[in-house]
């Protein structure tokens, strides 16, 4: 990427005044003296929005026309966070917002306050999207976001007297929100069910109901590229007609359900983040955008053409699968070329397998999602037709590379039996011209394990690109103290376009000078979240402790239980005097975590956590060494408040089991060290930052493989070591559940008999690294030293360079020329 300067801003403070004023008077229709906090916000976005226009037009304009091929990132989930700061960063006009407000009586921090943040993805993979689509605009590169608007975002958290968690609706909706535009007048007609019939032997598909996809466009604006992207969310909408229907039965109610339930489609986000279950409606969810984005796609490159030459269409646009949700494509665009637009077979075969490629994100075979025949056929009989040809032919295509027949009938992509079923990753590799995983382990282990027949005939198809994160959201917004002072050791802000830049910080991690200042940003940052903490949520905590952080998902392969474990054996050694309490290192450990609703041991880990707190933080015993706090609802906020407070990163999932994480990387890049295994992307942080700048502990995968082999009791690492022993038999004793001995015997029961992710194996591991990591702590020079060097060494972790890598790997396109 070329190096850009911070942009310079459009408008004078007095222009973003008056403004302001305008949209108040003629938008909302209040004036000055009436404005609220949330006026100010959408008056002042709405003015934002409008300095957005012409580049937003522009830039559509040259990807029309230009000769640069567009990328459509087609994702289920976008997790974009809130858009006024990241829109004003971006053009430029952060102080004059900041003088504008004040000057109109109001407080940017709580004007900023009154956006409420969409919630449209669960965790790593639709954040991952949103910091795709950033970097794509900030690179100049013409790019469609096509996701899911929908009402009822990831459920909001609460947890009630027990510590249990509660999930209520998300209705993010019911607020004004000034950043999407919804444009009626681009909607697509999508539709569902009935059956295939051959008219003048030609098959045709005669749906029955029908929905109409509306599309919601948010601006994606460049940092300092001058181009401005589309998100572009599909909401459905109910037709009033029903003109589609055949109900010459009596069917007539059953027959016009789904129509009138249509707009449910777009109504809830699947709370799920790994495990999925053969829902119809989220079938119906991924279908929905899908069709509505390639049939946009098509209008937007050919506007205006009846017969438009679709061969040319992997030259207009690629299309990247952001997992198997948006698969469904794939037949869909077979559907559009061979039915709507007359090509033959293979001709649309051909333009198909070039206009798709797919990113896999999961090891866990568990999380491939696969359909069952039957409910294809009946939501999109004439796809499942489709798809059974393409087992067909590919089949067919096998037969030619190998004989072996075991082999083959492994690569089915629908499978044989009484209950057939469509797997979505195999019609994803077969049908795209490139499969890439998320980190290096990860895109080995595809290949190696859970991909291995395809990658062994299909070699160049498989390719790795390892995640990225936006620095301008996750370090200029979230941390601008830290920005600041990279800037000056720097002497430059380019690195915010150029995150390798960071490397120039390396000399300074010897500077005395330096190493102090930075330990004053850090700890200003754990002061800022202190107040932040006792002001959103109530609870103090002591600037003056070491800042301990794990959050992402809770699932069980994340091992939020060995950090409970390990937390809670250092309280019972505390309790039981094993452990002198002056010799403890002060330490506040927060954690954040969403469980699937229907997520049982996830939801009874959240139980103990909380109750951990309540016991520990109640206990004079421990005050001032020993605190715990779970904040509700982690979200995008949060992160961007806790990730540059942190002084210690938890990234402690089994090897083999992360596909690559994103939140290691925000925390290094903000300079906290990490206390991990060799999982995912932190084999390549670990590599960058060095081994010495790293808290490595545990099992690798080649050890985790070699112990299921043998046959893994978990009993025998309880019995062996007493800090476990004492941790578990606390629980057991009813510490946490107010003597109740119940309460968590099913994860105890679990850890002793099952313990899949082997926690208890790297239990005795991690509980001696914190002994190494609290002697560095000790050391405040040493520490913040390494911690520099963290921050160094992992600009490689920007979505930048992950979209600079899609581009050359994958996409085979390049920026916008000027
Ligand atoms: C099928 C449906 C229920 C479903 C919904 C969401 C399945 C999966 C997901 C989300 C998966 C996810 O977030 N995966 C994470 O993707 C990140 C970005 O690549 C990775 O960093 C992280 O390791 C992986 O768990």
Same mark, same amino acid.
């Given at each position: ?423 979505? *990753?195999?019609?994803? +590799?077969?049908?795209?011209?490139? =499969?890439?995983?998320?980190? /290096?382990?990860?895109? !080995?282990? $595809? %290949? ?92 103090? *905590?002591?600037?003056? +402790?070491?800042?301990?952080?794990? =959050?992402?998902?809770?699932? /069980?392969?994340?091992? !939020?239980? $060995? %950090? ?113 295994? $060799? ?140």
């Amino acid at each position: 990427m070329t190096e850009q300067t911070a942009p310079k801003s459009p408008v004078t403070t007095e222009q973003f005044i008056d403004e302001i004023k305008e949209q108040l008077k003629y938008n909302q229709g209040v004036t000055l003296e009436q404005a609220t906090d949330a006026d100010i916000y959408v008056a002042s976005s709405l003015a934002v929005r409008r300095h957005l226009m012409d580049s937003w037009t522009a830039t559509q304009k040259a990807m029309v026309e230009g000769n640069t091929k567009a990328v459509g990132y087609l994702s289920a989930e976008f997790l974009i966070g809130k858009q006024l700061r990241n829109a004003l960063l971006n053009l430029g006009m952060l102080t004059e917002f900041d003088e504008a407000v004040k000057t109109l009586g109001h407080d940017p921090q709580l004007v900023v306050d009154a956006e409420y943040e969409p919630g449209l993805g669960n965790g790593g993979l639709g954040r991952l999207a949103a910091c795709y689509v950033d970097s794509l605009a900030s690179l100049g590169v013409p790019a469609f976001g096509y996701g899911i608007q929908y009402k009822y975002g990831i459920f909001k958290q609460e947890f009630d007297a027990e510590g249990k968690q509660v999930e209520r609706p998300d209705y993010w909706l019911a607020n004004d929100e000034p950043w999407g535009h919804i444009d009626y007048n681009r909607s697509q007609k999508v539709s569902f069910g009935g059956e295939v019939v051959e008219e003048n032997g030609k098959k045709v598909w005669k749906p029955v109901w029908s929905v109409r996809a509306v599309p919601v466009d948010y601006m994606v604006p460049g940092y300092a590229s001058g181009r401005v992207d589309t998100l572009r969310l599909w909401s459905a909408k109910s037709y009033d007609e029903f003109d589609l229907l055949t109900f010459n039965k009596s069917e007539y109610l059953d027959a016009v359900k789904p129509q009138v339930e249509a707009e449910n489609i777009s109504k809830i986000l699947y709370p799920e983040d790994s495990t999925p279950q053969g829902k119809r409606l989220r079938l119906e969810q991924q279908y929905f955008f899908v069709a509505a984005s390639l049939h946009d796609a098509i209008r937007v490159f050919y506007p205006g053409q009846d017969k438009p030459d679709l061969t040319t269409f992997p030259d207009k646009i690629t299309f990247q699968l952001n997992d198997t949700h948006p698969v469904i494509g794939i037949p869909e665009l077979m559907r559009i070329l061979i039915d709507e637009y007359d090509y033959d077979w293979d001709t649309a075969w051909d333009i198909t397998t070039k206009t798709f490629n797919y990113t896999c994100h999961t090891l866990l075979p568990e999380a491939l999602e696969v359909w069952p025949v039957d409910l294809i056929n009946e939501l999109l009989p004439r796809h499942m037709e489709i798809i059974n040809e393409i087992n067909e032919h590919f089949l067919a295509e096998l037969k030619g590379l190998t004989r072996d027949k075991e082999r083959i009938n492994r690569m089915r992509i629908v499978t044989e039996g009484e209950h057939p079923q469509v797997r979505m *990753a195999y019609l994803a +590799t077969a049908g795209g011209s490139h =499969v890439n995983g998320v980190a /290096e382990l990860h895109s !080995q282990l $595809l %290949k190696d394990v859970t991909l291995r027949d395809f990658s062994d005939l299909f070699p160049t198809k498989f390719t790795n690109v390892t995640n990225g994160v936006t620095p301008r959201r996750f370090i200029r917004l979230a941390n601008p103290r830290l920005s600041a002072l990279i800037t000056e050791g720097l002497g430059t802000d380019k690195w915010l376009s150029d995150l390798d830049l960071l490397q120039g910080l390396v000399p300074l991690a010897n500077d005395d000078e330096f190493v102090k200042k930075f330990a004053e940003v850090k700890h200003a940052n754990k002061v800022a979240f202190a107040n932040f903490a006792k002001d959103r949520y109530g609870f103090e *905590a002591n600037p003056d +402790t070491m800042f301990n952080t794990m =959050v992402k998902r809770l699932h /069980e392969y994340k091992r !939020q239980s $060995l %950090k409970i474990l390990a937390l809670i054996s250092r309280y019972a050694a505390i309790k039981n005097g094993t452990v002198n309490v002056d010799d403890v290192l002060p330490r506040t450990v927060f954690f954040g975590a969403k469980a699937a609703p229907g997520y049982y041991m996830a939801k009874l880990t959240i139980q103990l956590i909380n109750n951990v707190a309540r016991v520990v933080n109640n206990d004079p015993d421990v005050k001032g060494k020993l605190a715990v706090h779970f904040p509700a609802n982690y979200n995008v906020r949060l992160a961007q408040h806790l990730i540059p407070a942190t002084e210690l990163d938890e990234q402690i999932s089994q090897a083999g089991k992360e596909a690559s994480g994103t939140g290691n990387m925000k925390f290094a890049l903000n300079g906290a060290l990490t206390v991990g295994t $060799l999982d995912g992307a932190n084999v390549e942080i670990r590599e960058r930052v060095g081994a010495d700048n790293f808290f490595l502990f545990g099992l690798t995968v080649d050890e985790v493989e070699a112990l299921y082999e043998e046959g893994y009791d978990p009993a025998k690492y309880y019995e062996a070591d007493p800090r476990l022993k004492m941790a578990i038999d606390m629980i057991s004793s009813g510490t946490f559940s107010d003597g109740d001995r119940n309460t968590y015997a099913p994860l105890v029961a679990d850890w002793l008999t099952k313990d899949y992710f082997m926690t208890l194996a790297d239990f005795s591991a991690y509980a001696d690294i914190q002994y190494q990591i609290e002697d560095l702590y000790r050391q405040p020079m040493e520490w913040n030293r390494k911690a520099i060097l963290n921050v160094a060494n992992t600009g490689y972790f920007s979505s930048d360079r992950a979209i600079e890598d899609y581009l050359e790997r994958i996409w085979h396109t390049s920026p916008l020329a000027d």
